[in-house]
């Protein structure tokens, strides 16, 4: 079965950059469900990216350090009553890639997209 | 939406709603066997993303099904993801007692039901054949064309089974031919069986219904028989070093 090529991003994981980079801020990162509703809401879907492919991919993501990944104090989330999130930050290389990528594509359909609902 | 699922929302105890229960007895299965800590990383990720879904929807309907149409896309992913955790691990922490039987049970499991789907297919085709016996023509061209190539992809999956080298490239054909055929077939047997016919169509009052039981379960099942195929195709596939051997 032909493999993905090193190095590559799936349109996914370009998406998920995207995304991230927007949703975070200097001090906090981004929850899966907060990123599956930007998700949803970027690509003007009909629903949310389901938990495999999302979880999966993030999980893809922070072992090629694409991401980081962090657990927030278990004491902030009891406090808020609410299981404790995971959060997401994207790294600079995650942010290199994704330009890289736009780079070489500058009209693939992520921008495009963008472009066409005012963002870009 | 966005600034209440950062800042989160009030905190409130709550039943978990039955799609929850499902989705995290789902995450049970497929996390069994994994380290500790693998398995409750992703249950705790799954059920902070459920909690938030709901806290989003803030009681409007439908998150339960929006919840299992996640949980049901994601299926083919999280076996993978399942399959690579597994050959993440050295061969001693391996649960190899669970992946024993789970890989003997899948290829049963596949046997079985690709067994049952080509032998409806073969069933189909032999009305097909008596009825061109009688007429000396078939009821329909596209028809009897495609249940024969379902049912022989059906077959060639079946033998593709049986060496394990080969045995994702099997699935694949199980999952083919068991679209192929279930869908071809069904149209078959609904011109050709009066059984089928009776089931079918005496459940529907006012003419085709896509919300009768019959047409539900015939759409759904054909739906569920090619989810589990291509899920064994993901599961097989061959890690790098195993395809290297």
């Known amino acids: 079965m032909p493999r993905r090529r090193a190095g590559t991003l799936l349109p996914l994981e370009l998406r998920i950059l995207d995304c991230g980079l927007r949703l975070q801020t200097a001090d906090a990162g981004f929850h899966g469900f907060l990123l599956a509703s930007e998700l949803k809401d970027t690509d003007d879907a009909a629903s949310l990216t389901a938990h495999g492919t999302l979880y999966k991919a993030l999980g893809r993501m922070t072992e090629r350090g694409l991401l980081t990944a962090e657990w927030e104090d278990p004491a902030l989330a009891e406090r808020a009553g609410r299981p404790r999130r995971k959060l997401y930050r994207v790294t600079g290389d995650g942010a290199v890639a994704l330009a890289a990528a736009r780079a070489e594509e500058p009209a693939a359909p992520l921008a495009a997209a963008r472009a066409a609902r005012g963002l870009a | ?245």
Do not use: K, N
Not at chain 2, 37 to 62: H, I, K, M, T, Y
Not at chain 2, 96 to 110: D, I, N, P
Not at chain 2, 192 to 219: E, H, K, N
């Open chain 2, 1 to 245: 939406m966005t600034a209440a699922l950062r800042l989160g929302a009030p905190s409130r105890r709550r039943r978990p709603r039955r799609a929850e229960r499902i989705v995290l007895a789902w995450v049970r299965l497929y996390t069994r066997g994994l380290p500790d800590a693998v398995a409750a990383d992703r249950r705790d990720e799954l059920a902070s993303d459920l909690w938030e879904q709901e806290v989003a929807a803030d009681g409007r309907g439908g998150t339960g099904l929006s919840m299992l149409w996640r949980m049901a896309r994601g299926v083919p992913a999280d076996v993978a993801w399942r399959g690579d955790r597994i050959r993440d691990l050295p061969a001693a922490q391996r649960p190899e007692r669970w992946w024993r039987w789970t890989a003997s049970g899948s290829v049963l499991a596949a046997a079985l039901i690709g067994a049952a789907v080509a032998a409806y297919g073969i069933d189909a085709l032999v009305r097909i054949v008596r009825v061109i016996a009688a007429h000396g023509f078939p009821p329909s061209g596209l028809t009897t064309v495609s249940t024969g190539v379902g049912t022989v992809a059906l077959l060639c999956g079946l033998a593709l089974l049986l060496r394990a080298r080969t045995r994702w490239i099997g699935a694949l054909w199980l999952a083919a031919g068991s679209a192929i055929t279930l869908w071809f077939g069904t149209v078959t047997m609904l011109t050709l069986s009066v059984t089928t016919q009776a089931i079918y169509y005496g459940t529907l009052s006012y003419g085709p219904d896509w919300r009768s039981p019959a047409v539900l379960t015939a759409w759904g099942g054909l739906g569920v028989v090619v989810l589990f195929f291509a899920c064994l195709a993901i599961a097989w596939i061959p890690s790098r070093t195993e395809a290297a051997r």
